[in-house]
């Protein structure tokens, strides 16, 4: 079992920057790909970024690339999320997850936190 605890989210000015931190207990993050989505209300749950169990790989949404990175410390067991140059419509409950492979697809990782809310305003 992977437990997986999200934090720094919060308010921000549009085109200011947050960094989301997922931190993991109960098994190294190291075994595992590590992604991030986010779910606006009303909207499906949309994938933004998915890095390799090494780091060497990285995969980004169209609607984030080269505004979001996904770095990962596995000596730390946490992967992040740095945001930059936010927009009002990133507005959501942002999530990380851990699955065996590399996927866009939601139903593809096997565990997930709680979610942080990150707001951007106008």
């Known amino acids: 079992q992977v437990q997986l605890v999200e934090s720094g989210g919060g308010l921000v000015q549009a085109g200011g920057s947050l960094r989301l931190s997922c931190a993991a207990s109960g098994r190294t993050l190291s075994r595992y790909v590590m992604a991030w989505f986010r779910q606006a209300p009303g909207k499906e749950r949309e994938f933004l970024a998915v890095?390799?169990?090494?780091?060497?790989?990285?995969y980004y949404a169209d609607s984030v690339k080269g505004r979001f990175t996904i770095p990962r410390d596995n000596a730390k067991n946490t992967v992040y999320l740095q945001m930059n140059s936010l927009k009002p419509e990133d507005t959501a409950v942002y999530y990380c997850?851990?699955?065996?492979?590399?996927?866009?697809?939601?139903?593809?990782?096997?565990?997930w936190g709680q979610g942080t809310q990150v707001t951007v305003s106008s």
């Open positions: 890095i390799s169990w090494s780091g060497g790989s990285t």
């Open positions: 997850a851990a699955g065996r492979s590399s996927s866009i697809r939601a139903r593809e990782y096997d565990y």
